[in-house]
């Protein structure tokens, strides 16, 4: 037995905002889910769009690689305007 | 290369450290299956929670009564739905899911194996059961399994409106004739102690605790947790002016707590093992449901296939 | 004034009806439907229908004056004095009825308020304006349905193609002008229901064809479901619509 396949929904629940991760269903095409997905996960005016992608077009990143993925930025700390020693009576900048 | 022991002290270390495990992280297999367990339950308790309930809908006193308790059944759907999502996560399909409920494999919230008679049970059941399950799962929303917490605080914004339904049919009724009152204090008197019994046997009887705590899928153990819901309910029943159906229940000082009567433990088991009063019809509404949706299931199916396949032919032209 | 309130209450009861009673037959759903997002997707459905005819009934009830309320006209009138057409209490035979149901009613719904916006009523008018969301997205549902069962696999084409057949005869109920429609009409206040039957028998065309399914060709059923005269069905389903309001008369809930 195959089931239907899972989607993952994204919703923006207002212009000037980014759309957001919000959860699953199950839909046979696009069109089904994205039906779904307003039945579903707007009834109560949580949004204003949506995207559905098939859940198996979503490359993930793996946990166990997390350390070379990741760790790397932690000392980059000149990226950041604290780094910076300036005057405290400077303003504006 | 770390042994497993190693493995799984670093995982608990995370979760003592309040991280979230995600679902593509390493997990002892015990924890995955835990939660497969455990959250497909769950699901299986919001969609079968739907039948008592439901069963009120076409005769609901007004239109207002009607479309609240509509919206409450069909959010218990979505309930059901996101648990399952959450439970699809750890690599087991919905399909799986409901073949173990449909074959009476997995187990389900007894509550809901008991039968609705009268409109006020849709009070009782609002107020009560969806009262029980809320203490449950406001301690949820900080489980450690990440999709199962975030599934929770879905439903816990969700379930706001659930209780209050319940207790404002309660509440309508109680200051109602006096045959409404007693039709609320007859369904109080049949769903409490059924309500009480969703907490889960007795600690002593409940050997899973310890693991589940450090797990966070518990933060207070069963008695911990019904102890808590009876002593915010007793005073709700006294705003209601109805009488909690136990000759036992008083007030203890010195524990700061409501003493109560025993529980009948033998009928809590009954229900369990599928001898309660509406088991199975509960399963043969789902089966039925199930059976009678494989042909559509299929024909969608069909349909996308069909369509990808038109689509695949026009660009090759 | 007082002929006018006649008509105009019993034209809210016409539009009013055929809301509450597929209403009624989609709530029945909740919780047995073919997957959890169906059976959502169809309460949202069913919700929409509900908040309509609150709308129309309260309307009714506040022309209606005395006791009346949006419950007394839902539930306590009697048999004969429902105005809904017969497709709409079909029952729910298999999920082809429910979807075929729907979109025959959708598809007469959705022209039927893109008139009434322009009511010369203006409650009416915003009822329409707030209801022709709702219509136009459950006839994409219905449509997009349609096609999947129409156009799936053999069994789902020939259980949806027997729905249709049986439904469709129903559907002329709609067109068929009754004295209170054409009074609402010529009022300004109703819809000419000649131009919405040609946009009827377009949609039905566009979607038949997509959906690989034929139109029938039997005649239209004799029925007279806007004068009151309906089914074998409505006794049932009044027996659970009106249950609690007559089994406990005069109380409040
Ligand atoms: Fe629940
Ligand atoms: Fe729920
Ligand atoms: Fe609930």
């Known amino acids: 037995m195959k089931g239907n ?89 | 290369m770390k042994n497993i022991k190693d493995q799984e002290a670093a995982f608990q270390a995370r979760i003592d450290a309040g991280e979230k495990i995600e679902p593509k992280d390493w997990m002892p297999e015990k924890y995955r299956k835990t939660h497969i367990r455990q959250i497909s339950q769950h699901a299986h308790s919001e969609i079968v929670g739907m039948l008592p309930e439901g069963n009120w809908i076409t005769r609901t006193p007004t239109l207002r009564r009607k479309v609240g308790l509509l919206a409450k059944v069909q959010d218990e759907a979505g309930h059901g739905l996101y648990l399952y999502s959450a439970a699809e996560t750890l690599g087991i399909s919905r399909d799986e899911l409901f073949h173990q409920l449909h074959t009476g494999k997995a187990k389900y919230s007894s509550i809901f194996n008991y039968p609705t008679m009268t409109w006020a049970d849709i009070g009782a059941i609002g107020w009560l059961v969806d009262g029980a399950a809320i203490i449950n799962q406001v301690m949820l929303t900080r489980t450690s399994f990440g999709p199962y917490a975030r599934a929770m605080v879905r439903i816990c914004k969700e379930e706001s409106f659930h209780q209050r339904q319940g207790y404002e049919i309660m509440l309508t009724l109680c200051q109602g004739t006096p045959e409404q009152k007693a039709m609320a204090q007859d369904a109080l008197n049949r769903w409490w102690w059924p309500s009480l019994m969703m907490f889960g046997p007795r600690d002593e009887e409940s050997p899973n605790t310890e693991q589940s705590v450090k797990w966070k899928i518990k933060r207070k153990t069963n008695d911990e947790l019904r102890q808590q819901f009876i002593d915010i309910t007793v005073p709700q029943a006294e705003v209601l002016g109805i009488t909690i159906p136990d000759p036992d229940l008083k007030w203890n000082e010195e524990r700061q707590h409501y003493d109560f009567g025993e529980i009948n433990w033998d009928e809590f088991w009954q229900v369990v093992e599928g001898n309660g009063p509406c088991n199975k019809e509960r399963l043969q509404a789902r089966n039925d449901a199930w059976n009678n949706g494989a042909w559509v299931r299929n024909a969608a199916r069909a349909h996308a296939e069909k369509r990808a396949e038109q689509k695949k032919v026009a660009e090759a032209i | 004034m007082e002929n006018k309130n006649k008509s105009l209450i019993d034209y809210l009861l016409i539009l009013g009806d055929n809301s509450l009673i597929l209403g009624h037959r989609l709530s029945e759903l909740c919780g047995h439907g073919p997957s959890l997002e169906t059976d959502i997707a169809l309460t949202n459905i069913s919700l929409d229908l509900f908040g ?93 349905w349609m096609e999947r069962l129409g156009d799936g696999t053999q069994e789902s084409h020939q259980r949806m193609q027997s729905a249709i057949n049986d439904l469709y005869p129903f559907t002329y109920e709609f067109f068929e002008e009754t004295e209170t429609e054409k009074l609402i009409f010529e009022a300004g206040i109703g819809a000419d229901l000649k131009v919405i039957e040609s946009t009827y028998r377009q949609t039905v065309k566009d979607v038949f064809a997509k959906a690989n399914l034929e139109i029938p060709t039997a005649p239209a059923r004799k029925t007279d479901g806007k004068k009151g005269i309906h089914s074998e069905q409505l006794g049932f389903i009044l027996a659970e619509l009106q249950f609690m309001q007559r089994a406990y008369p005069n109380m409040t809930w």
Do not use: C
């Open chain 3, 52 to 144: 309509q005819v609150r709308s129309y009934f309260q309307y009714a009830a506040e022309l209606t004056g005395g006791d009346s309320t949006e419950d007394t006209i839902a539930m306590k009138r009697m048999d004969r004095e429902y105005r809904h057409t017969w497709l709409v209490e079909q029952p729910n035979k298999d999920f082809a009825y429910v979807i075929g149901r729907q979109f025959l009613f959708d598809a007469f719904h959705l022209p039927l308020l893109e008139q009434l916006v322009n009511s010369k009523d203006e409650m009416i008018a915003a009822v329409a304006a707030k209801s022709i969301k709702e219509s136009r997205y459950h006839l994409r549902f219905s449509s997009s």
């Open chain 1, 5 to 93: 396949p899972i989607w993952e929904v994204f919703i923006r629940s207002k212009n000037g905002l980014e759309h957001r991760h919000v959860g699953s269903l199950h839909a046979e095409d696009a069109k089904m889910a994205m039906e779904n997905a307003r039945d579903v996960y707007t009834r109560r005016q949580e949004g204003v769009s949506i995207w559905v992608v098939e859940s198996k077009h979503i490359t993930a990143s793996n946990p166990s690689e997390s350390g070379e993925m990741f760790d790397p930025a932690k000392d980059k700390a000149y990226r950041h305007p604290t780094f910076y020693d300036l005057p405290d009576e400077l303003e504006h900048i």
